[in-house]
């Protein structure tokens, strides 16, 4: 994961960017020639993220400092847009008999039939990462501020992915995670689950293999049995599991690509041992990253008897990526809620936010028209440095439409107005200058070479 932190010495950082900007445009390139754009950032205007009538701020908090346990590395969704229920029609009532009498009855006057309306469809779980700890559930009342009030319907956490101890359930600020969820009806705990230890351990794949296999013949059924009679026992029998997120990837031990064959059987073994604890009604979120990664990630889809999910983290990267690539490309967005609706499932957006295009208030606006035209069951930004808003002031720009879309009362208006954010330009590499220089800049510099 790609650490930002703001530089407080404002004065070396402008002598090293001087630097940096004197060799780009002086030193010879007998080669190629370099062309240096910038990447817009937020406007001087625009003001802090965390500002609020009532003087609400968050601590600014880069990705070692917001990050979960296991979290996946961001190089790294929507309930299906199912057409509606017919609207039932109400029996007509058998006609009258006519009068006896030698003229014939007259018609009786038409009268419109009545039909009942479709119930409205339930509004998505609203909620944002802030932190795995008891301090994401402190700033979840923050962040509601911050939005003018807005309530927070999920709250987001991980278990750390270290040993099997953890996995089973035993950091104790679950127990406060359960208590906010208990607080208020209609609310939602998401909790990251790894399916193996030493989760970040760059476990080679032989290795990854052979602990899949033996998953899959049931040698880690009693880990997951204490883990589903603790969260049962907290009271939280419902939760969203998202085992083995990021599967398609190369990040975690509970990758999929080693064995996709073992990896199903063992998925589906870990659904059907939680939900097999007497009391528990967990809902199971099967979540790929999005793309192709390092193996399609249909190739790991362990079955319809034991997922409720379809999610996706999606990020805005790679680098120049648009948004309509992130719709069309293959096991992209489109494909995600295609799938879901193929079988029958709901979608979520467990993880998504900014990244590799910087700043990109285009993306923020796109994904959230992506989620209004497919309402997800639930999402939740990852909301620190360098893919958040709330808690990441150098993406002010992306945090103004943000903010916008999702305050109390809010909503992006029907038509964008105003100037179309520009593309990010392509096959180049943004030089970071860090957030003071940056805005003062305009943007971030953006080189390439043209051979």
Same mark, same amino acid.
């Given at each position: $994961?790609?650490?930002?932190?703001?530089?407080?010495?404002?004065?070396?950082?402008?002598?090293?960017?001087? %630097?940096?900007?004197?060799?780009?445009?002086? #030193?010879?390139?007998?080669?190629?020639?370099? /062309?240096?754009?910038?990447?817009?950032?937020?406007?001087?205007? @625009?003001?802090?993220?965390?500002?609020?009538?009532?003087?609400?701020?968050?601590?600014?908090?880069?990705?070692?400092?917001?990050?979960?346990?296991?979290?996946?590395?961001?190089?790294?969704?929507?309930?299906?847009?199912?057409?509606?229920?017919?609207?039932? /029609?109400?029996?007509?009532?058998?006609?009258?008999?006519?009068?006896?009498?030698?003229?014939?009855?007259?018609?009786?006057?038409?009268?419109?039939?009545?039909?009942?309306?479709?119930?409205?469809?339930?509004?998505?779980?609203?909620?944002?990462?802030?932190?795995?700890?008891?301090?994401?559930? /402190?700033?979840?009342?923050?962040?509601?501020?911050?939005?003018?009030?807005?309530?927070?319907?999920?709250?987001? /956490?991980?278990?750390?992915?270290? =040993?099997?101890?953890?996995?089973?359930?035993?950091?104790?600020?679950?127990?406060?995670?359960?208590?906010?969820?208990?607080? +208020?009806?209609?609310?939602?705990?998401?909790?990251? *689950?790894? $399916?193996?230890?030493?989760?970040?351990?760059?476990?080679?794949?032989?290795?990854?293999?052979?602990?899949?296999? &033996?998953?899959?013949?049931?040698?880690?059924?009693?880990?997951?049995?204490?883990?589903?009679?603790?969260? =049962?026992?907290? %009271?939280?029998?419902?939760?969203?599991?998202? =085992?083995?997120? +990021?599967?398609?990837?190369?990040?975690?031990?509970?990758?999929?690509?080693?064995?996709?064959? #073992?990896?199903?059987?063992?998925?589906?073994?870990?659904?059907?041992?939680?939900?097999?604890?007497?009391?528990?009604?967990?809902?199971?979120?099967?979540?790929?990253?999005?793309?192709?990664?390092?193996?399609?990630?249909? +190739?790991?889809?362990?079955?319809?008897?034991? *997922?409720?999910?379809?999610?996706?983290?999606?990020?805005?990267?790679?680098?120049?990526?648009?948004?309509?690539?992130?719709?069309?490309?293959?096991?992209?967005?489109?494909?995600?809620?295609?799938? @879901?609706?193929?079988? %029958?499932?709901?979608?979520?957006?467990?993880?998504?936010?900014?990244?590799?295009?910087?700043?990109?208030?285009?993306?923020?606006?796109?994904?959230?028209?992506?989620?209004?035209?497919?309402?997800?069951?639930?999402?939740?930004?990852?909301?620190?440095?360098?893919?958040?808003?709330?808690?990441?002031?150098?993406?002010?720009? @992306?945090?103004?439409?943000?903010?916008?879309?999702?305050?109390?009362?809010?909503?992006?208006? #029907?038509?964008?107005?105003?100037?179309?954010?520009? @593309?990010?330009?392509?096959?180049?590499?943004? *030089?970071?200058?860090?957030?003071?220089?940056?805005?003062?800049?305009? %943007? &971030?510099?953006?080189?390439?070479?043209?051979?």
């Amino acid at each position: $994961m790609t650490k930002e932190r703001f530089r407080r010495d404002r004065k070396r950082l402008a002598i090293g960017a001087a %630097g940096i900007l004197g060799v780009l445009a002086f #030193a010879p390139a007998p080669v190629g020639a370099v /062309t240096i754009a910038t990447v817009p950032v937020a406007a001087l205007s @625009a003001g802090e993220p965390g500002d609020t009538n009532d003087g609400e701020s968050p601590r600014v908090r880069g990705a070692e400092d917001g990050a979960p346990p296991g979290r996946p590395a961001a190089d790294p969704s929507p309930l299906p847009a199912f057409p509606p229920f017919p609207s039932p /029609t109400l029996p007509r009532p058998a006609p009258s008999p006519p009068a006896a009498s030698t003229a014939p009855a007259p018609s009786p006057a038409p009268t419109a039939t009545p039909t009942a309306s479709p119930a409205p469809a339930p509004a998505p779980g609203f909620g944002a990462y802030l932190h795995y700890s008891p301090r994401g559930i /402190t700033d979840m009342a923050a962040f509601s501020r911050w939005l003018g009030g807005r309530e927070v319907t999920v709250g987001h /956490t991980y278990l750390p992915g270290d =040993v099997w101890q953890n996995i089973e359930g035993a950091p104790a600020w679950l127990a406060d995670w359960a208590a906010w969820y208990k607080a +208020e009806p209609g609310r939602t705990l998401v909790l990251n *689950v790894p $399916m193996l230890e030493r989760t970040e351990a760059r476990v080679p794949d032989a290795m990854v293999a052979r602990e899949l296999r &033996r998953g899959a013949a049931g040698a880690y059924d009693g880990h997951f049995e204490r883990l589903a009679r603790r969260l =049962v026992g907290l %009271g939280v029998k419902d939760a969203v599991l998202v =085992v083995g997120w +990021e599967m398609n990837g190369t990040t975690y031990t509970h990758r999929c690509g080693p064995d996709p064959r #073992a990896w199903r059987t063992y998925w589906a073994r870990i659904a059907r041992v939680m939900n097999g604890v007497e009391g528990a009604g967990f809902r199971f979120d099967f979540t790929p990253t999005r793309g192709r990664d390092a193996t399609p990630w249909t +190739e790991c889809y362990p079955g319809d008897d034991v *997922v409720d999910i379809v999610g996706m983290d999606s990020y805005d990267q790679p680098y120049g990526t648009d948004f309509d690539r992130q719709i069309s490309e293959p096991y992209g967005l489109q494909a995600q809620v295609d799938f @879901a609706a193929k079988h %029958g499932k709901a979608i979520s957006y467990p993880e998504w936010g900014l990244f590799k295009n910087g700043d990109n208030a285009e993306y923020m606006r796109r994904m959230i028209r992506w989620m209004d035209a497919h309402p997800p069951l639930y999402q939740t930004i990852s909301d620190y440095c360098p893919h958040g808003v709330w808690q990441c002031r150098m993406n002010q720009r @992306a945090t103004a439409v943000y903010r916008q879309a999702f305050k109390a009362g809010g909503g992006l208006p #029907a038509e964008d107005a105003g100037e179309k954010e520009q @593309a990010p330009m392509r096959d180049c590499r943004p *030089v970071r200058l860090g957030g003071w220089l940056e805005e003062r800049l305009g %943007g &971030r510099l953006c080189v390439r070479f043209n051979w």
